[in-house]
């Protein structure tokens, strides 16, 4: 039995169920706060948050018309936050947790210098909600395994993503932007991945099968899907531990154009939108040095073909095949998730000897 799959399977029904709740969430948290005065936003996290952020900041740039920067905890927290302006600037901390210690140090530190603070986190109780003046929650019901397994993040990521959405047309409602052809896009992700479920599955498994003996996988996208690209990266490392790259598109070619390819598998996402024409050099490139390429993309011919969907919003829909290669390739290879969290690897204690969750906290 595949558990990681059974999540991602879940996903659409998951975006009807979350969608009307985060739009009423997220316009309640605009309403009590003075986000939608905000001159910049920050958007910080870490792992799967801090590729949220990433997969948002078009979103609240194009559609609330707020310049955003999304950056990993570690860098707004101990080398940015000190030198911020903090007039007009909100800090949006995203940790579904809620324990992540960088990005509630983070939240703390732009709380300290006067700045806004919100929390996207899954209850109000973390202490991440702690931490920020505002929360907006993003509990996603349990979707729990029999026999207790933990899987790869699918769902708190889509969550996560869902609600940065929800907050980015919040905030363009109250500057008096016309969103509702926003709305209906955004309430219609849960068709798309549907329809990408569909057409991907299948393909994924044969990928999986032909590329079982890869060592290495290289994961490029522009844009809101750079964040695909380490989400996808991000989710193979996690349900095989292979080593994976998430690269930029555009840094693709001024780095591993010069690495020894051995036919690496190497997915091109691309929403064929903003990307459209650089994607295309790429994938030249790619080929005539002799990577495999995967596209990832709503075209006709691409691999791993997804619906189509407007590429501020894309990340929900083009995120999908790469959960399903994944999954595959766990169950191919015989791989259990999380390396089992052996080898001087732990969960205990939040985070284990990593410390996630119990590193100290510098404000």
Not at 219 to 224: A, L, N, R
Not at 288 to 307: F, K, M
């Amino acid at each position: 039995m595949n558990r990681f799959r059974d999540h991602i399977v879940s996903l659409p029904a998951l975006l009807r169920e979350l969608y009307p709740v985060f739009v009423e969430e997220a316009r309640r948290v605009v309403a009590q706060s003075s986000l939608h005065t905000m001159q910049r936003l920050h958007l910080i996290g870490c792992g799967d948050s801090y590729m949220a952020a990433l997969a948002a900041e078009l979103a609240f740039e194009m559609i609330a018309g707020v310049p955003a920067e999304p950056q990993n905890a570690m860098t707004f927290a101990r080398y940015a936050a000190e030198f911020v302006p903090t007039e007009g600037v909100a800090v949006i901390g995203i940790s579904v947790s809620g324990g992540v210690s960088r990005t509630i140090e983070g939240v703390l530190r732009a709380r300290k210098r006067g700045m806004c603070t919100l929390a996207v986190t899954s209850a109000s109780h973390t202490p991440i909600a702690q931490a920020a003046e505002h929360i907006a929650t993003t509990r996603v019901p349990d979707l729990p395994t029999p026999d207790g397994v933990q899987v790869p993040g699918a769902r708190s990521y889509i969550a996560s993503m869902l609600m940065l959405y929800a907050l980015a047309l919040a905030i363009a409602e109250a500057r008096g932007h016309h969103t509702s052809a926003w709305h209906a896009t955004l309430a219609a992700a849960a068709e798309a991945t549907e329809a990408t479920l569909t057409q991907c599955d299948a393909p994924a498994r044969a990928l999986a099968e032909q590329t079982r003996h890869a060592p290495v996988m290289v994961f490029c996208g522009s844009g809101p899907n750079y964040a695909t690209a380490l989400f996808g990266a991000a989710k193979v490392l996690e349900a095989c531990g292979d080593h994976t790259v998430g690269q930029d598109v555009e840094e693709w070619a001024h780095l591993q154009y010069f690495a020894h390819t051995d036919a690496t598998p190497t997915f091109l996402i691309s929403a064929y939108e903003r990307d459209a024409s650089r994607a295309q050099e790429v994938k030249i490139a790619m080929q005539t040095i002799g990577c495999r390429v995967i596209e990832v993309s709503p075209q006709p011919d691409a691999a791993l073909r997804t619906a189509p969907y407007p590429e501020v919003f894309a990340p929900l829909v083009m995120g999908i095949p790469l959960m399903l290669f994944a999954a595959y390739r766990a169950e191919v290879k015989g791989e259990t998730y999380f390396r089992g969290f052996g080898g001087g690897r732990s969960i205990e204690g939040g985070g284990g000897i990593s410390r996630i969750r119990t590193s100290q906290i510098v404000v």
